[in-house]
């Protein structure tokens, strides 16, 4: 079955796209080590509690995002075709968790209600086609980067991930944002794992050996359990203390089997905000939702599709129609599941470094997130310094398209840098993709040549203007 010219060669289109069954096993298991993080980020992120200090626990939030993550990653590969994985998107979590615990009155089922109506608008826009159309209004040269800003942005996260770059308290004196390592210096066990996981991938992949990175996420690991195994150097919070020589968040261990808990799902109140808040600011906070699930999920389409060569030479993604439609229910069935809106997840772009180029990657990633929400070991035993190499290289890869840009269109150019700089800077795709296709329409205005821009460009740009400006109009009516 498994082999060229079979049923499942023909209905992925393996063969086709220059791929085979071994480079779509290697990268769906390459994507699912590099983001399966989230099933333990996401429920300490929604760990906060609502207005009735009621919260969703973190068992069930843990099992959930596993759950939810594996049904539409599945979708995504048998439906789709790409290799494409979704699971919670942490800039939206993060601001539900933010919105829920300032907001009195409101409560969990209200806010997740407001990520469903949100899904349920952009649904309704992929469908009458107006999100695709937005896609295909885009200019190649701001596509390309969006593809240079993802991939600066995924070596970021890597970095980060990895405690090789760290935030600076906000404190009196300090002069950077972020820094080398703790207090400028590389300390620590995990920071060697990191290291050694770079280097080595680097190695493998100049050598062009095949399965280089997730061999160096494998290789990676095993040094990390051996270390956790023999100096105890545990986590670098434990609810207590800060280890800043520890692991970042997962310290590598085996855990006990345990059933999952699925009582989340179905908890949802769609109307519930509305009820609490009012009309205006509950449809605000629905208006930043949409916004952002709407421009992260199609910038990291564009960045993960032209990394694996599936965009033809019109610039279109084949069935691109359905890639959004299951974003879309990513939202949907995300906030109805009480974990928040589910997205395309840039870490994707391991597998595809991997080799993957088709639907049967994702296939894989998501049989293992269901598998995740029986067996934890698999999770808790992937360090973040062990993928964080994976991504670094992988960024290395997107940004090499830097060079595709036209620099000498200061129309396109200009716009092109805000949106690539801007995605790391401020650690969301929105933000960049706002900044450059604002500054896209007024470039293109002062150059006298407003009629060249695509009038649904226009009015991205000015629904963008709108949501830079939630936080005065919020202020102005009185909603802070």
Do not use: C
Not at 198 to 227: E, F
Not at 395 to 419: E, N, R
């Amino acid at each position: 079955m498994l082999k060229q010219g079979s049923a499942l060669d023909r209905y992925f289109k393996i063969s086709e796209r220059g791929s085979n069954f071994s480079r779509e096993i290697r990268g769906g298991f390459a994507t699912f080590f590099a983001m399966s993080y989230i099933v333990v980020l996401n429920p300490l992120i929604l760990s906060v509690p609502d207005s009735t200090g009621a919260t969703l626990g973190f068992p069930a939030v843990a099992a959930v995002t596993a759950f939810v993550a594996g049904i539409l990653t599945i979708l995504m590969g048998a439906w789709a075709k790409h290799p494409f994985a979704l699971a919670t998107g942490l800039g939206v979590n993060a601001f539900v968790a933010v919105t829920v615990a300032t907001n009195p009155g409101l409560t969990w089922p209200d806010m997740m209600g407001l990520v469903m109506l949100s899904g349920i608008t952009m649904l309704i826009l992929v469908l009458t086609g107006f999100r695709t159309a937005v896609f295909k209004a885009v200019p190649e040269g701001l596509k390309t980067a969006i593809v240079v800003g993802i991939g600066l942005f995924i070596a970021l996260i890597g970095l980060v991930n990895a405690g090789f770059v760290r935030r600076i308290p906000d404190v009196a004196g300090t002069t950077v944002p972020v820094g080398l390592g703790f207090d400028g210096k590389l300390l620590g066990w995990p920071t060697l794992v990191f290291v050694f996981g770079l280097v080595l991938t680097i190695a493998l992949v100049v050598r062009k050996v095949k399965g280089a990175i997730l061999i160096g996420i494998v290789a990676s690991t095993i040094l990390s359990v051996i270390l956790e195994f023999t100096l105890h150097i545990g986590p670098s919070f434990d609810g207590k203390t800060h280890n800043p020589q520890g692991w970042s968040l997962v310290a590598p261990k085996f855990s006990e089997w345990a059933a999952p808990d699925l009582s989340l799902i179905g908890k949802a109140n769609p109307f519930g905000a509305f009820e609490h808040l009012g009309f205006v600011a509950a449809t605000l906070l629905a208006f930043v939702i949409l916004l952002s699930i709407f421009f992260d999920a199609m910038g990291t389409m564009v960045g993960l599709a032209t990394e694996a060569g599936s965009i033809d030479k019109d610039g279109n993604i084949p069935n691109v129609d359905r890639v959004l439609q299951v974003d879309a229910l990513g939202a949907i069935v995300g906030g109805g599941a009480s974990v928040s809106s589910n997205q395309i997840y840039v870490e994707s772009g391991a597998g595809i470094g991997e080799g993957a180029r088709t639907g049967l990657a994702s296939v894989v990633t998501g049989l293992l997130f269901l598998v995740a929400m029986f067996f934890t070991p698999l999770i808790n035993l992937v360090p973040f310094e062990a993928v964080a190499p994976a991504l670094v290289v992988v960024g290395f890869m997107m940004v090499s398209q830097v060079g595709k840009i036209d620099w000498q269109d200061l129309g396109i150019a200009i716009p092109a840098f805000l949106t690539f700089t801007l995605m790391p800077f401020t650690y969301s795709i929105a933000n960049g993709l706002g900044a450059g296709f604002i500054m896209f329409v007024l470039i293109r205005t002062f150059q006298g040549r407003a009629r060249e821009v695509h009038p649904l460009m226009w009015a991205v740009a000015a629904a963008f203007l709108l949501f830079f400006a939630i936080g005065p109009i919020e202020a102005a009516l009185g909603l802070h």
